[in-house]
């Protein structure tokens, strides 16, 4: 990951959290630094990311949406708010549920020296309860998701086994290393692997390297197991929905 | 009675075992010896006459690497009693300076050792060039290595019989290579998976001859004891639809020290529709028809390209710049950067389309055929009536998954400055430095700045509002020449221009950040400059 983006995700967070929406400088600050971020954002999946930069996954989400906007709507939401989340809440929110929280939150603002974005997010989480359930019922997981989900579950000595067969197969490098990584404790396939992991397996399949074997032979127990949990799964994925 | 006689290699008796150390992968090893087999071919002329056929046996142990064989036989021009010495010895081939040296595969008389050393620690190799008589001998490591200095390895001559003069596929003359003692496993699915892809332009004759004509005859390659046409291989086929089929021919130059080398580079790429994956993506490369690198992708994928927007990508290169000792892979040489810069130009104007017709894959047989007519339409191929006629009822493709990610990254507010097809941009100039875009009006702003903190006369920064601010360090002489020719431009033309050029790098910054395409960008390059 760039330096550069390292340092300026941080200092957006900073900002964010900061809140003083009315302050011009602020503001003026904000808005460009989102915006050269969204030059320097890495492309890799928001959950590598995550390990990266160590921070929350909500709010790397968040800031990338921000991020993607042109400079004159990141103006035109921090002039209004300034808030990190409520953007992304409106969505879920109708125009008079919007308005009014906006009329509730400059009221309380109007009262302050120094008024904080943080404010609108308290108002609004009546409302944003109502939104976590929305998104709850829209996280259906793919079928891609869901093999992955599966893999995940296999025990390790497995993977094990894989990765020894995988080396005298002279697999390519990404692949071991996926592998490898999965034999240890805890470890999961990293989101940006997904399809390339995937299609490595089907390909192995599709040449025979992995195969049904059909001999009882007691040595060869472990690797049977796998090759038939293996095909099994990604026939299964295979399936049209 | 079989005569014997000995073969005396001048080299250490450890440089046979030594040889294997290449890193060589099993597939690699195994397509030197083959490409011995075909140079063998080659050199007799016999690739104008008759077939080349080579047998891969494999008798693979994965508990008992010991008693594992590899066993690879062709009915080539095979070795005479002198040639064997050569075989034995390091860097002694004729090759380079053969006839057919141009169109040869191998470069430097160390394939045989390299990859037998490689595979196994006991070799042995049967042969003859003649009919009389035919030749054995074998190596086995751990004997050569106690000779030290003067190695000798024992050889027979045996009369050349009715029976043995089948042994080399049904031929008189040719080689059998004999491999046992496995240094490790060699799964047979590297055979059938590996050897398609390495031998295909052998097998289709896709290989010119001297002559610059395809060689007419084949190389039959089994894997198997028996010559059946079970055991026969069948060549690899990237599987590009013809259509999409676009030559590549590309000249190329570099340096090695004072003197100047030219490259050349031939293939084609193209875009397949049955599979997409990413394992098999990309461009086989090949050195005068063997393989060298298999599905790579570094020549035409930048940093920040996404691998699985070119599942549909594959193609095909024959190079001819220099590989390494064993012909495992492109040269980290200048060649290579040469190459890729090279390949890398001449790939981008198809860029955009790479994702297009990723997305058509899984997408129904009219969404293909409308992608293809595209593609030929865009780059000037010839149209046929029915794609002339999908064109006509369907116009132009559309990411519209780059539309959605484009939708989920912004959130709401991404119509507002990401116009909806984006091949119509809606741009005017209203002055020297205003502009409309979708509507609305922006000024490109010069702010003279009294400092220098780049030693560049002019920096252009962030947009803000309505403004795309641009800062003329006007302690900086050429910066003074910009804020001067604001008010000379009604009269001098320079002036005029070099402010044009200004205001559009200003604008082709603000357009890429709003993720504008190229052939937009260019068509504002031309309204601006044209004033």
């Known amino acids: 990951m760039n330096d550069k983006f390292f340092v300026k995700y941080n200092q957006v967070v900073e900002l964010f959290e900061l809140g003083t929406y009315e302050d011009e400088q602020w503001r003026m600050q904000l808005a460009t630094l989102l915006t050269e971020l969204a030059d320097l954002w890495p492309n890799i999946d928001f959950e590598d990311l995550e390990l990266q930069l160590n921070d929350y996954l909500w709010r790397i989400k968040q800031i990338h949406m921000w991020a993607g906007l042109d400079i004159n709507s990141i103006l035109d939401e921090l002039d209004a708010h300034g808030s990190l989340y409520f953007m992304d809440a409106k969505k879920y929110l109708n125009p008079e549920e919007i308005d009014d929280i906006l009329e509730k939150f400059w009221e309380i603002s109007g009262d302050s020296n120094l008024p904080k974005s943080g404010t609108i997010y308290r108002l609004a989480i009546g409302k944003l309860k109502k939104l976590e359930q929305i998104k709850k019922n829209k996280s259906q997981k793919s079928k891609l998701e869901l093999l992955i989900q599966k893999l995940n579950k296999f025990e390790k000595h497995k993977w094990d ?21 999965l034999t240890k404790i805890n470890s999961k396939i990293k989101k940006s692997d997904f399809n390339y992991f995937v299609d490595y397996l089907v390909y192995l399949i599709e040449k025979d390297y992995i195969q049904e074997i059909v001999s009882d032979n007691k040595a060869e127990l472990t690797k049977k197991l796998l090759f038939d949990d293996l095909i099994k799964e990604l026939k299964e994925y295979a399936k049209k929905p | 009675m079989a005569r014997k006689f000995v073969i005396k290699p001048k080299l250490h008796g450890s440089g046979f ?60 021009l095979g070795m005479s009693e002198k040639d064997l010495e050569k075989l034995v010895n390091h860097y002694e081939s004729d090759k380079p300076n ?14 045989f050792k390299g990859s037998t050393g490689n595979l196994g620690r006991k070799i042995t190799v049967i042969t003859t060039d003649n009919t009389k008589e035919y030749y054995k001998f074998s190596i086995v490591h751990s004997e050569l290595d106690e000779m030290g200095l003067e190695p000798e390895i024992n050889a027979e001559a045996f009369d050349h019989e009715s029976t043995t003069k089948k042994l080399f596929n049904g031929s008189p003359t040719g080689t059998i290579i004999q491999i046992e003692d496995f240094r490790r496993s060699i799964p047979p699915a590297i055979l059938y998976d590996w050897l398609p892809v390495s031998w295909q332009k052998f097998m289709t004759g896709d290989v010119l001859d001297l002559d610059g004509k395809p060689i007419s005859k084949r190389l039959k390659l089994y894997v198997g004891s028996e010559l059946t046409k079970e055991n026969l291989i069948l060549p690899y086929s990237t599987e590009a639809h013809k259509d999409t089929l676009t030559p590549i021919n590309l000249k190329f130059e570099w340096f090695e020290g004072k003197n100047k080398f030219k490259g050349v580079a031939e293939g084609f790429f193209g875009f397949r529709f049955k599979n997409a994956s990413m394992v098999t993506q990309g461009i086989n490369i090949y050195r005068n028809g063997q393989l060298i690198e298999r599905y790579n992708h570094s020549l035409y994928m930048g940093k920040a390209d996404k691998h699985n927007d070119h599942n549909s990508l594959v193609g095909e290169l024959n190079v001819n710049v220099a590989v390494n000792t064993v012909k495992t892979t492109l040269e980290d040489s200048e060649a290579e950067k040469a190459l890729k810069e090279a390949f890398y130009k001449e790939f981008q104007p198809y860029k955009p ?15 293909i055929d409308l992608a293809i007519a595209n593609y030929r339409k865009e780059f000037n191929m010839t149209l046929s009536s029915s794609q002339k006629s999908i064109l006509n009822s369907k116009g132009s493709l559309i990411d519209s998954s780059t539309e959605t990610n484009k939708s989920n990254k912004s959130g709401t507010k991404t119509s507002k400055s990401v116009p909806k097809n984006k091949l119509n941009i809606n741009f005017k100039m209203i002055d020297w430095n205003q ?47 910009i804020m001067d020719a604001q008010s000379k431009q009604s009269k001098n033309r320079s002036d005029k221009f070099l402010l044009q050029l200004i205001v559009y790098e200003a604008i082709e910054a603000f357009l890429n950040r709003l993720n504008f395409k190229k052939k937009d960008i260019l068509g504002v390059k031309e309204i601006v400059l044209e004033r």
Do not use: C
């Open chain 2, 98 to 111: 053969h006839k057919y040296g141009k169109i040869l595969l191998g470069l430097y008389g160390f394939g």
């Open chain 2, 353 to 367: 389309t790479v994702r297009l017709m990723s997305i058509a894959v899984s997408k129904d047989k009219e969404h």
């Open chain 2, 435 to 481: 502009f409309s875009l979708e509507g609305k009006n922006y000024t490109v702003e010069f702010n003279p700045f009294d400092g220098n903190p780049d030693n560049v006369p002019y920096t252009i920064t962030s947009p803000t509002g309505n403004s795309l601010p641009i800062y003329v360090y006007i302690k900086h002489p050429n910066g003074a020449i």
């Open chain 1, 161 to 181: 086994v894989l990765l020894n067969l995988a080396s005298d197969w002279e697999s390519e490098e990404r692949f071991l290393r996926i592998v490898k990584d």
């Open chain 2, 17 to 76: 075992s030594k040889a294997g150390n290449t890193g060589l992968k099993s597939w690699q090893a195994i397509n030197e010896l083959i490409a011995n087999s075909v140079d063998s071919w080659i050199m007799s002329e016999q690739h104008k006459k008759s077939d080349l056929i080579v047998k891969v046996e494999l008798d693979n142990r994965t508990n008992d690497l010991k008693n594992s064989s590899l066993r690879i036989v062709d009915n080539s």
